[in-house]
């Protein structure tokens, strides 16, 4: 009965052109559409809350009364599964990819996906990036035996619009005029306290992807010139130390 | 709440207990979370035996868990279910007498549900248990009206505690005495001095009834 009461409630709760569940009551024996509206509205409201505060950037782009129309679609189609709404929304830019009106945003989804990555890196364990100095032990001669643990907080982003550019024009950076429109390789990960943003050079994220999935340096070099002739090998190893991507060397 | 706790989610609670060691940890009579799925807000429980013994289950679970005793607090309802056999005040009474908790007094979601449910605060308070709460808590509500036009109150904590539960909330501190209270405005946050001033006007009524107590 009271499960019944329940799926009852949660099915119409979420779906505001569904009849009322069986059973309720106003002291007024009125039909009780606008009490019940009122749980229909905060359950929509503060599930669109949630991707509100998850999705600064995408909010500036489309405006606050585009996105909480887009949210409040998603949260009555998609309401989460988990009490932990930091996790809320990550299906978010597959869902705004079929919703017509954003349709013309085309690099919406994506500036998603960047928000996403970055709210992930940000709850991501704490681990120690290598120091420098792990760099001095490494034998040049046996790079094809060389693992390299990525820090917990790295997320690698690949587009075809120039996201990180649309984004940090979105979150407080300067506007000016995208003249390159070719895509852009992220990487955000959050070293320390603080998340970070950056744009990878040609090669560097096949080069990322290689060394998360296990592969050791000398197959990731590979992958990455495979992709990218002109990747910089020295650079990105240096970088794996300098953006704090690295956390061990493992031979 | 039909369904078992989620073992997960207790367990992620007793980490954040154990890590800031409250004085006191709440949680409403309401459910929020059914078939996987979480809707984020307290939505409405029917008051049968059946559900009395289901929300007991979960309180013993969560005590047992946290290995301390919890407050319970009263919800603002919108609206009421035809299952219903129990008057809220019995149920909560029950619960604390079954499981042991606490309660949480929200004088302003008294004032809503009494007004929402066009029934008296003042009876609603004269039959709820005092000696067992452990808390208030005050917020400001917004105002509208059902479909045949009767006032109907939202729990919004978007402004200030009306005048209304400010008398409500003497007359409880007259007879239950010294209570830890909270303003809760958590929607359309104002400015520091204005928050304040809530805090000092609940200080100012506190301090009124001691000395009339005292007199």
């Known amino acids: 009965m009271l499960a019944n009461t329940q799926s009852a409630f949660r099915l119409a709760v979420l779906d505001p052109a569904a009849a009322l569940p069986q059973g309720l009551a106003a002291h007024n024996g009125v039909t009780p559409n606008r009490r019940f509206a009122i749980y229909r509205d905060n359950v929509a409201l503060g599930l669109a809350a949630a991707l509100e505060s998850r999705f600064p950037a995408s909010i500036a782009i489309v405006g606050a009364d585009f996105f909480r129309a887009l949210a409040i679609r998603f949260a009555r189609e998609h309401p989460p599964r988990s009490p932990l709404l930091l996790d809320y929304g990550d299906q978010l830019p597959a869902f705004t990819e079929a919703f017509e009106p954003a349709r013309e945003v085309a690099y919406l989804p994506d500036v998603m996906r960047l928000e996403i990555a970055r709210a992930q890196a940000y709850h991501a364990a704490d681990a120690e990036p290598a120091s420098p100095a792990a760099l001095k032990g490494l034998d040049p001669a046996r790079l094809h035996e060389v693992r390299v643990e990525i820090h917990p907080a790295v997320r690698l982003l690949r587009s075809a619009f120039p996201v990180a550019t649309i984004w940090q024009m979105n979150a407080g950076g300067e506007a000016r005029e995208i003249v390159d429109w070719s895509g852009e390789d992220v990487l955000v990960t959050r070293p320390r306290l603080d998340v970070e943003v950056q744009i990878l050079p040609p090669g560097g994220y096949a080069f990322l992807a290689a060394l998360r999935t296990g592969h050791p340096l000398e197959a990731a070099a590979e992958a990455a010139f495979a992709e990218a002739p002109d990747f910089n090998l020295a650079a990105a190893i240096a970088g794996l130390v300098a953006a704090g991507i690295a956390c061990r060397f493992e031979i | ?215």
């Not at chain 2, 706790?5 to 004085?23: F, I, M, V």
């Not at chain 2, 290995?67 to 056999?85: D, H, K, Q, V």
């Not at chain 2, 000092?200 to 009834?209: F, K, N, Q, T, W």
């Open chain 2, 1 to 215: 709440m039909a369904r078992p706790l989620d073992k997960e989610h207790l367990a992620r609670l007793k980490a954040l207990e154990q890590r800031y060691r409250p004085a006191s940890f709440s949680e409403h009579l309401a459910w929020s979370s059914h078939e996987e799925v979480f809707l984020n807000d307290l939505l409405p429980v029917p008051y049968t035996p059946e559900t009395l013994r289901r929300v007991c289950d979960h309180i013993d679970e969560v005590q047992e868990t946290l290995g301390r005793r919890m407050l319970l607090e009263n919800p603002s309802t919108y609206l009421l279910f035809e299952e219903s056999t129990i008057e809220e005040t019995d149920f909560l009474a029950e619960i604390a007498q079954r499981t042991g908790c606490g309660l949480l007094l929200d004088i302003n979601n008294v004032f809503v549900s009494a007004t929402n449910h066009a029934t008296s605060p003042e009876t609603y308070l004269d039959r709820f248990p005092l000696g067992l709460v452990g808390e208030i808590h005050l917020a400001g509500h917004a105002e509208t009206v059902d479909d045949a036009g009767a006032p109907l109150l939202i729990d919004a904590h978007d402004r200030p505690v009306a005048d209304p539960v400010w008398a409500l909330y003497e007359r409880v501190i007259a007879q239950a005495g010294r209570l830890p209270t909270l303003i809760e405005w958590d929607n359309d946050v104002p400015d520091w001095p204005v928050l304040a001033r809530e805090a000092a006007l609940a200080e100012a009524a506190m301090a009124r009834v001691m000395r009339a107590r005292a007199a």
